[in-house]
């Protein structure tokens, strides 16, 4: 799990919305109440990622 948590207004909808890295196998998920989970190596994931969720 990532120290940092999505602020309340920027939550998605949704548990493990997707944020992903294609370029180096590190992906993030976002879940409702904000906590973040890493899956991967994240010292490979010098990447820019994007990602897009509906929030309230």
């Known amino acids: 799990m ?5 602020p309340e ?3 998605p ?3 493990q919305s997707i944020i992903a ?3 180096c196998g ?3 998920l976002v879940m409702r109440d904000g906590k973040v ?3 991967g190596d994240p010292k490979s994931a010098y990447s820019t990622a ?3 969720w509906m929030t309230e």
């Not at 990532?2 to 999505?6: D, G």
């Open 13 to 15: 909808f949704a548990d």
């Open 37 to 39: 989970q890493m899956l």
């Open 26 to 28: 590190f992906s993030l």
């Open 9 to 11: 207004t920027f939550r």
């Open 2 to 6: 990532a120290n940092e948590t999505i």
């Open 50 to 52: 994007h990602g897009c």
């Open 21 to 23: 890295f294609p370029s």
